[in-house]
Every structure is written in structure tokens, then in C-alpha cells.
């Protein structure tokens, strides 16, 4: 069995739980918790960055991070399942994937910095030039929704805008909703396709 180390909020773990779904691995991962911010966790033996997810293969191999595991997993389940074979539509979708992961890194960087300093401690020069990849990266995507192919599994582009689209309803209360009409959509449309999207929400 393969082991995926990760936490339910976390939505470079949620795109991995996604990927085992849609690849059809369900029934060969074992999904162990882990905590970052705690020193103890063998979280830390396992990625020297501290970071999740990370996937543990039968022969001990580990990788990490979730671009990585993606491409394993698709590897593992014959390729270009969810990482397309042809070079441009792959292009596409890595390029998909780094906006999505762009929008979710400043995600959590804004989250860090309101959970981890003290509000008179907080740099708003900072916090803006976060949002402003945010606002920019959602604008563009908004402008050109990524097309979901119904004959094929959604790729690891698309599966990572989900993600993050799904992160910035869960710790920003979805307002990115009431500009973003045309991703709303496309949200709605990936949830109804992928199952596993509503299996992996996370609440807290």
C-alpha cells in the first residue's frame, strides 16, 4: 500500500486525494494525518521541507510535492491520464497547474500571516502584493475558464484550479464567487464530474 501523508484542510493534499480518485487508487493508499507545525512529526524525516503531501511508495520511495506526486501517480496508472502525452495540451495544463499553485501560495501566505503574527505585526504592503496575484490570476481565469473535455479525466491543471478555487471558499469565505461568475460554473461543472471533489471538502 502506498501512504499519503497529509491534513484534511490542506489543498495541495485535497489535489493528490483527487488524483487517487480519478486514477482508480482508492483501494491502494492509506491516508495517514500530519502536522507541519509540529517538531515531533515523522513528517519531517519524510520531506526535509517539513511540507505536505507526501506519498510514500511500497519500496519507501517518497515523494513530495503535490505537482510531483501528481506525475507519479499518473506515471503509475499507465500516463497521460491526467498528465496529457501530447507537448502542447501538456504545456497547457503544467501552466494551468502553476497559476493554480501561484493563486494557492499566496492563499496560504495570507492565512500565515494572520495566524502566525499578531495583528500590530502585520505588513499590509505585503498582504496586498499577495492579493494582488490572487485578484490578477482570478481575473485572468475568469476571462478564459480552462475547458473541461467530457471524454477525458480532468488534468492536473484543472484539478489544481478546483482546489484552489475550493481553498478560497474555505478560508475566505467564497467571496471570490460574486465577481467570478463564469468560474463559478466551471466549478459546478468540475464538482458534478469529480466526486471525489465534494469527498475531499474540508470543513475546518
Not at 513528517?43 to 510514500?56: D, F, S, T
Request: aromatic share 6%; charged share 25%.
Amino acid at each position: 500500500m502506498m501512504i499519503l501523508r497529509s491534513s484534511p484542510p490542506s489543498p495541495f493534499g485535497r489535489k493528490v486525494r483527487i488524483a487517487i480518485s480519478l486514477l482508480g487508487f482508492d483501494n491502494e493508499v492509506t491516508i495517514e494525518p500530519a502536522d507541519p507545525t509540529d517538531a515531533n512529526d515523522s513528517v519531517r524525516r519524510q520531506n526535509p521541507l517539513g511540507k505536505i503531501p507526501v506519498l510514500i511508495a511500497e519500496d519507501g520511495t517518497v515523494y513530495y510535492d503535490s505537482r510531483v506526486i501528481l506525475d507519479y501517480l499518473d506515471e503509475r496508472a499507465g500516463g497521460g491520464k491526467i498528465l496529457p502525452r501530447e507537448s502542447r495540451t501538456r504545456l497547457a495544463a503544467l501552466r494551468l497547474q502553476a497559476l493554480a499553485d501561484g493563486i494557492l501560495d499566496a492563499s496560504i501566505l495570507t492565512v500565515y500571516e494572520a495566524r502566525w503574527r499578531p495583528p500590530e505585526h502585520h505588513v499590509q504592503k505585503w498582504l496586498d502584493h499577495q492579493i494582488g496575484k490572487v485578484t490578477r490570476a482570478l481575473s485572468a481565469l475568469e476571462a478564459a475558464p480552462p475547458p473541461l473535455d467530457a471524454a477525458a479525466l480532468p488534468h492536473v491543471g484543472q484539478i489544481a484550479l478546483a482546489c484552489a478555487l475550493g481553498y478560497r471558499d474555505l478560508r475566505f469565505d467564497g467571496k471570490w464567487r460574486a465577481d467570478h461568475p463564469r468560474l463559478v460554473a466551471w466549478l459546478d461543472n468540475f464538482a458534478a464530474r469529480v466526486p471525489a471533489y465534494a469527498a475531499t471538502k474540508a470543513t475546518v
